[in-house]
């Protein structure tokens, strides 16, 4: 597949703040990419920029090629979702499905036609004259779905349209929106500060950080081989070390890299008194004092201390690990193969 949309050295300036730094992205047509990031990095804005809701200082933005920059937002082809949902409450939510169509002169049997076929996609056909007030939150988001949809989009943009649901609810609505955008073969750009969102949702992840994108990848490539601390710290629960602190446990290190990381299911706990197992062949093995313990659903979360290092540990929730208790002494097994290098930030 080509690239459909691609974003070259985009950049945008609030007053003296550099919001987005040169953003180079390409998407292919039917992709759903996700931008993940903290709060600030400038997520959102990019979003605006494609939409046209906020203007670039420099860079293009391409759709099949054309030219955006130019093109005012109804005529860009682009359909939108907010974190807010944005309905008119005085309009019933068929009415709501309606009126970006209506807004483009679509005869009124097209629209209706158009309307059912949506409210059927996004199991709301029994409440097509309701109001927004009457329903739920997680109704009224698939409400701003089906509008968005409604004009027959090129590209969706969904801007944290999850963050105001409750996690049950947020949970169901993010599977049933991969499911639509895979049905619709929908190029689809997602923002969250969410990293379970990211990893489920998307085809490919792009990380930013002031401005930038700091690295892409599968969901699978991001989690298992972040290249940067800001990436291992933020693409879950990585054990970051020093050089220090890498040599004192494991010894020996084959790189110059200053910053290492290993992730917290990568090291095997052992209780006091417990012998080596094949599944610690090959680790180096350190004593250490349980600090806390946090049960995750199904996953046991440990803090250790070990050699005056502090290390976040995850077992598998089989009912074993719940009679770890804090100050209990413990073995990690620590294997050199999983240990990451990860290179200076901006290199």
Known sequence: MNDYL?????R??????????????????????TLLG?????KSTLLRCIAGLAELDGGRILLENKDLAKQPPRSRQVGMVFQSYALFPNL????????????????????RS???????LVDLEEKHDVYPQSLSGGQQQRVALARSLAVQPKVLLLDEPLSALDAKIRKNLRAEIR???KRLRMTTLFVTHDQEEALILSDRICIMNQGRIVQDGSPEALYTAPRTEFVARFMGSYNVLTRAEALLLFRNVDSTADRFAIRPEAITLLREGEGRTEAVEGCI??????HSVSVLGNIIRLTVDTAGIRLTVDQLNDGRWLRIQEKDNVTLALDPSQLLHLEREGA
């Open 179 to 181: 499911e639509i955008q």
């Open 92 to 111: 019933t939510v068929s009415e709501n499905v309606e009126y970006g169509m209506k807004m483009r002169g679509i005869a009124r049997p097209a629209r």
């Open 285 to 290: 093995l350190a004593g250490g004092s349980v």
């Open 38 to 42: 903290p709060s600030g990095c400038g």
């Open 6 to 10: 691609q974003l070259q050295g985009v």
């Open 12 to 33: 945008k300036m609030f007053g003296e703040t550099r919001v987005l730094d040169h953003v180079d992205l390409s998407i292919r047509e039917g992709e759903l990419v």
């Open 114 to 120: 158009r309307c059912e076929e949506l409210l059927a």
